[in-house]
């Protein structure tokens, strides 16, 4: 049976802190205008909107359906099919990314739209515009892959959002073993663009998060933590034309038994 862990949340109040850091504050209320879609934060040289991913995309019905069109038309299937993104056929990856991508293209979207109004507002146009997007929900996308969406939608839909900066808490919990890592990047919309607080910024993501887990462990029967803490990662399982189709999560060895992986964003092999 599993014990599990009180997983730290990245909220918008986390987020407010690591942009207090660097300088940065939420918009004043006086600086928002009625009826406009305002961004969040100013940043030292940067307009910034924070978007959070909290859902699964894969337990959508209208993108299960779509997933099981893609691979129904293309192969024939045996009776369980694995669409872990990690072992999808590289021929349909692309279309298979295009699927999982749409919360977070509509999120990128909503983001350039907010970015360039409030710039427009405050009269800084010649600020940069910084998307922070955070997995909070979405564990079926690891981080690199959650990574790509994010950055491929910014150069893809919008010319408002210079850099991206994501941040993925990836947890799995097994029978005896737990990890927990965050991994956090900043990436320029058009190469060669520099921020020049984006590393101050990752520090101090990770920073706050490193403190979360550190109360996590020396607090687990803290109930304000089990109320905002992120739900386990569990297997995913959808049917159609007699096929099951799965995204399991991964399984966390017995380290007292086995070596376990400890990269940030490796899941362990299932044995």
């Not at 955070?134 to 994010?150: A, I, T």
């Not at 029978?175 to 320029?188: A, L, M, Q, R």
């Amino acid at each position: 049976m599993k014990v599990f862990f009180p997983i730290p949340r990245i909220t918008e109040g986390f987020v407010d802190r690591a942009v207090e850091k660097i300088g940065g504050r939420r918009l004043y209320e006086a600086e928002k205008r009625k009826g406009l879609q305002n961004a969040d934060y100013i940043l030292p040289g940067a307009v910034s909107e924070l978007k959070i991913i909290e859902e699964e995309g894969l337990e959508k019905e209208s993108r299960e359906h779509k997933i099981k069109k893609l691979l129904t038309d293309r192969y024939v299937l045996p009776n369980e099919v694995d669409i872990d993104i990690r072992r999808i056929p590289d021929e349909i990856k692309p279309e298979f990314r295009r699927i999982l991508g749409g919360p977070i293209q509509t999120a990128v979207k909503k983001a350039a739209k907010q970015i360039k109004e409030t710039k427009t507002h405050l009269k800084r146009k010649v600020d940069f515009g910084v998307l922070i997007a955070v997995n909070n929900g979405y564990g079926s996308l690891p981080h690199d892959e959650f990574e790509n969406l994010v950055l491929s939608y910014a150069r893809k839909d919008t010319s408002q959002i210079d850099f991206v900066i994501c941040s993925t808490v990836d947890h799995h919990q097994g029978d005896f073993d737990t990890y927990v890592f965050i991994t956090s990047h900043c990436y320029p919309v058009v190469e060669g663009l520099q921020y020049p607080k984006s590393d101050d910024f990752i520090q101090a993501i990770n920073g706050l998060f490193g403190e979360s887990m550190t109360y996590m462990m020396r607090n687990q029967m803290d109930p304000k933590l089990w109320d905002n803490s992120l739900p386990p990662i569990s297997d995913i399982l959808f049917e159609g034309d007699g096929v099951t189709f799965v995204r399991r999560a991964p399984e966390v060895p017995d380290s007292r038994f086995t070596k376990l992986k400890t990269e940030p964003g490796d899941a362990p092999d299932r044995p």
